[in-house]
């Protein structure tokens, strides 16, 4: 609560200042990141994710000069925005912590992540040589602040401290659920025609917690005999829902999470629906495993 006063917080799209503003919704959505369905008749599905974020400003670290930068300014351009001014990475695990790398990894290892990129990272196979040295001296420890190489100009001078999600001490969205739904919308007439929770808790549903929806990411797929397909939530479960009630008519635990929309296709008449078992984001395990499940044929 008193984290909550001292907050910015009001209308949306407030400018984001040195104090600490809270987005409700959070800033991947809403119903911004995982896109929808649509089918013939005009009824939209969308899944959309209700978690506060939080975010503020800080000044950038400036190079000193034209020509010269430290390791530490270095971070703060090309990797702060992701891993944290403090580098701590972001509270749910989607952007590793930097902290303590030197117990974890070699430094050519972490070259090597420079070089090549990993998962969501993109590669800085584009910064000269002395300036990903600089970076990696300054993660590991060694000359920081004197290590200097030429380098470009900042630019802005303000960096975000993240895309922070605010959860409560035991890990959940401090906002009260429903903290993920799915909700279909008649383009028509702008009606809802239902909405219903997307995912689960299972260790609060064993307790009777009606189902509360979880963070979300990926889209929804409909066919044409009225089904709705969709991953997305964070319990890595894939769901097949009629699309008139929103009623779950069947559902299957995935090796990682669905972060993804599912595809449809067919092979010598029978019809396949595909979905990306990536995992990863929000503190779940990752994965590397395509699943297809055929529908089952009507006779
Ligand atoms: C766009 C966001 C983004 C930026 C910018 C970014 N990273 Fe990353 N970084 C990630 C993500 C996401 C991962 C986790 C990748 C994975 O394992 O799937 C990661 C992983 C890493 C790892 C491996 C950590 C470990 O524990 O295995 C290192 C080291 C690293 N980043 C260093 C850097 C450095 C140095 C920079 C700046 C030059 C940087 N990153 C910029 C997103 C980013």
Redesign the pocket.
């Known amino acids: 609560m008193a984290t909550l006063r001292k907050a910015h917080t009001g209308s949306p799209y407030i400018p984001l200042t040195s104090e600490m503003t809270i987005f409700f919704p959070g800033t991947d959505g809403g119903a911004q990141w995982g896109g929808s369905a649509v089918d013939p008749e005009g009824v939209i599905y969308i899944p959309a994710k209700q978690n506060p974020c939080f975010s503020s400003l800080v000044m950038k670290e400036q190079p000193a000069g034209k020509a010269s930068v430290t390791g530490a300014q ?2 703060s351009l ?2 702060a ?3 944290g001014a403090d580098r701590r990475g972001n509270h749910d695990g ?5 902290l303590g ?1 030197e117990t ?2 070699s430094t050519d ?2 070259h090597q ?2 070089l090549k990129g ?5 590669s ?1 196979s584009h ?1 000269p040589e002395a300036e ?1 040295n600089a ?2 001296d300054f ?1 590991f420890n060694k000359g920081k602040g004197t290590q200097t190489v030429s380098a470009q100009k900042a630019g802005l001078p303000y960096q975000h401290t993240g895309y922070n999600r605010w959860y409560d001490s035991n890990g959940y969205p401090v906002s009260a659920p429903p903290w993920g739904t799915l909700t279909a919308i008649d383009l028509n007439t702008g009606e809802h025609r239902w909405q219903v929770p997307l995912g689960e808790y299972k260790e609060l549903t064993v307790k009777g917690v009606p189902a509360t929806g979880t963070d979300n990411y990926g889209g929804p797929l409909v066919t044409g005999s009225g089904l709705l397909f969709i991953a997305a939530s964070k319990d890595g479960q894939f769901r097949a829902i009629d699309k008139k009630t929103g009623k779950v008519l069947w559902q299957v635990q995935l090796p990682a999470a669905g972060y993804a929309s599912p595809s449809t296709y067919s092979v010598e008449g029978k019809q396949y629906v595909v979905i990306a078992c990536g995992g ?1 984001k929000l503190n779940t395990k ?1 994965g590397d495993k395509y699943v297809a499940f055929a529908l089952p044929t009507i006779p």
Not at 94 to 98: I, K
């Open positions: 270095l971070y090309r990797c925005a992701c891993h989607s952007y590793p912590s930097l790398l974890r990894l290892a972490v992540v420079l990993r998962g969501m990272m993109p800085f910064l990903r970076i990696v993660l990863g990752s």
